[in-house]
């Protein structure tokens, strides 16, 4: 398994700007960076 | 005589064996311990739940469940693991009072959020009225699927009253929702019984919910 970080964030501006990461992920209700 | 001697000989036997057990199980929990320093290289990350109104300090790989938390690392068997997917509903509890599968949701979303499963619902002296009535109309058999069924129970009830429609709701524009059996076998269809207890089941829910006609 990929291990992974998690970020929970609270609107859709720190959403757009954490899924710019290479390799993040959405899942439901936040956003999954892999490491 | 012989029945006597023959309850004497089994209860040796479970004297015997016991300790057995008790001995195993330490030796399998420091295994468990060994392994946690072993995996404790991996990224974790700080996880704060408060579980059945106790805050509860995590540090957790963040691909853990938030079934195998509550399980594996709180020790709080009673939400049980049936299929992993999301499938059975024997996994459900209440998070920040709705009901949601937890085998399907990592542990590191529910950051801050409050967690209540079947331990949290009632006590052995002081039941929940659904525990109540699921033992009053027989509810279960193996019982397996019982804590996922009543913490359900409690949610769906929850969102019945909020007024939520469901695939069985003639009118869904309607604030009052009646449970009825139809109603309720829909709304609990997300929560299997391999023993078939849902005639019980729902006549349990239906007690607790108001009697809705059927």
Known sequence: ?35 | MNLSISRRIVVSAIAFIWPLGAASAAIFKKKKSGSDVETSTKPTTPVSLTVNGQARQLELDPRTSLLDTLREHLYLTGTKKGCDHGQCGACTVLVNGRRINSCLSLAVMHDQDEVTTVEGLGSPTALHPIQAAFIERDAFQCGYCTPGQLCSAVGMISEAKAGWPSHATADVSSRHIALSDAEIRERMSGNICRCAAYPNIVAAIRDVAGGASR
């Open chain 1, 1 to 35: 398994m990929k291990p992974f970080t998690y970020e929970r964030v609270t609107d859709v501006r720190a959403a757009g700007a954490a899924v710019l990461r290479p390799g993040a992920r959405f899942i439901s209700g936040g956003t999954i960076s892999w490491t």
